[in-house]
């Protein structure tokens, strides 16, 4: 059964990096789109964007500027970097497993067990 | 963008009672549609995607239906595993989007 763990800092200072990492572990990594999702506190999902195996990428308009999403093949791995974050990026941020062809099955299962990043000075 | 609006919001329901949760669409997304579950402190679960089919594992008493701009979930008979908030999301276009969320408490 497949499972995705997820680390990263979850104290930034405004104006600083954002970055976390996803593991995949239990399936096969390979032909699936790999999505970041986050959830500000009390509220609701706003999808980041998402990558494949073999580094196409698909952004958030809303984001798309500061947002990096990318791939290690090797290690099973996606991450994702969001850059000069304010006090709004505080959220637990999810990654998510998605589809084989987005066109046709761009849901999510499984997720990982979310990681809280606060922004604060 | 498609926004997604969920209604109601908010829920008050019984145990064994049936429940329909509501998501338009602010353009057709075909049968593109997703529906999730979520606990508090936990992540989301899926329930139901191309807005009919059952993930596998879900009890029976979840169903969904709709097409177009019109979609439904409904819990044929609340169980208290059942309370929680419940999210839909659409997977017809970029960026994907999710509606507000449904949250359901017992009565």
């Known amino acids: 059964q497949m499972q995705l763990q997820q680390w990263g800092a979850g104290l930034l200072k405004p104006s600083e990096t954002l970055s976390l990492t996803c593991a995949v572990y239990?399936?096969?990594?390979?032909?699936?789109?790999w999505s970041w999702i986050r959830q500000p506190p009390g509220k609701g999902l706003e999808w980041i964007g998402e990558?494949?195996?073999?580094?196409?990428?698909h952004y958030n308009p809303s984001l798309k500027t500061r947002v990096t999403i990318s791939v290690d093949t090797s290690k099973n791995q996606f991450y994702l970097k969001l850059s000069s974050v304010t006090a709004a990026d505080t959220a637990v941020y999810y990654c998510?497993?998605?589809?084989?062809?987005?066109?046709?099955?761009?849901?999510?299962?499984?997720w990982g067990q979310g990681t809280l990043v606060t922004v604060s000075s | 963008d498609i926004q997604l609006t969920q209604s109601p919001s908010f829920l008050s329901a019984s145990v064994g009672d049936r429940v329909t949760i509501t998501c338009r669409a602010s353009?057709?997304?075909?049968?593109?549609l997703a529906w999730y579950q979520q606990k508090p402190g936990k992540a989301p679960k899926l329930l139901i995607y191309?807005?009919?089919t059952l993930q596998s594992g879900v009890p029976s008493r979840f169903s969904g239906s709709g097409s177009g701009t019109e979609f439904t979930l409904t819990i044929s008979s609340l169980q208290p595993e059942d309370f929680a908030t419940y999210y839909c999301?659409?997977?017809?276009?970029?960026?994907?989007?999710f509606g507000q969320g449904t949250r359901l408490e017992i009565k």
């Open positions: 998510a497993r998605g589809g084989l062809d987005p066109s046709r099955d761009g849901w999510f299962d499984p």
């Open positions: 990558i494949n195996h073999g580094g196409s990428t």
């Open positions: 353009q057709g997304i075909s049968s593109d």
């Open positions: 191309a807005a009919s």
């Open positions: 239990g399936g096969s990594f390979s032909g699936f789109y």
């Open positions: 999301q659409q997977l017809n276009s970029y960026p994907r989007t």
